[in-house]
């Protein structure tokens, strides 16, 4: 009965390479997002969707890309992968769009570029 | 700049004991401030969330207070126990579809 669940929760790869992250909620929540954590536990937002489309972008490399096949799903693909990408990814979800709302996040994805 | 600042960095206290953790912001307009509490390898999970009118609110033995005329929030954690030992965020709402995120206290409750 996991809420927002990532996979995978560990990744190691090369400089350059491109992978994909994964993120689901059963929680019939309208709103999504993804965050990046810095070694220093600082969490920045990334992209946010409302319903499949974006609504939140902020500055960040046009080599991430998400993707929202359904209100329940929001993918993070990343290409070129590159030394500073290394941190800890968060998916995150709320039942609708409004800083007000409780968002509830997910377990979290390492990603380790090598 | 909107920004959220959080004392101290880093925390210990031995268990049983009270502690309070900080959290200074300049982000205007203010809409609501909420706490998260991070467990090492878990993603952030609402204690509470406070809005303007409001100046104090406890969850069990988590107990928020606000000062929006001084832009303070403090999370007060009483008789600590080993599974308190996290990080402590605090995020403040300015309205407009922007949270902005504090850097975050580490607290240790050590045996």
């Known amino acids: 009965d996991t809420a927002v669940s990532q996979t995978p929760k560990y990744l190691v790869t090369q400089m350059g390479n491109d992978k994909s ?3 689901e909620q059963n929680l019939g929540h309208d709103t999504m997002y993804w965050y990046k954590q810095d070694s220093k536990k600082f969490l920045k937002i990334m992209f946010s969707y409302n319903n499949k489309e974006l609504i939140i972008n902020e500055t960040v490399p046009n080599r991430f890309s998400p993707k929202s096949p359904d209100k329940a799903h929001l993918n993070l693909h990343i290409n070129s992968l ?10 995150a979800s709320s039942i609708q769009r409004g800083g007000y709302n409780e968002q509830f996040f997910g377990p979290g994805t390492r ?3 090598l | 700049k909107n920004q959220v600042e959080q004392s101290p960095q880093s925390l210990i206290i031995l268990e ?14 203010f809409s609501n401030l ?4 991070q467990d090492t390898g878990r993603g952030p999970v609402s204690l509470t969330i ?9 969850n069990g033995r988590y107990t928020a207070t606000l000062d ?19 990080s402590y965020i605090c995020v403040v709402h300015t309205g407009f579809q922007k949270l902005v995120f504090g850097t975050g206290t580490r607290l240790l409750v050590s045996p």
């Open chain 2, 34 to 37: 909420r706490w998260y509490k």
């Open chain 2, 68 to 86: 929006a005329d001084t832009k303070q929030s403090s999370l007060h954690i009483t008789a600590s126990q080993l599974s308190d030992s996290a």
């Open chain 1, 21 to 23: 992250i994964k993120c």
């Open chain 2, 50 to 58: 406070m809005t303007f009118s409001e100046n104090t609110k406890s």
């Open chain 2, 16 to 29: 049983g004991k009270n502690c309070t953790l900080q959290c200074n912001y300049t982000v205007s307009p």
């Open chain 1, 111 to 113: 990603l380790t570029v």
């Open chain 1, 82 to 91: 590159e030394l500073g990408d290394s941190a800890v990814y968060f998916c």
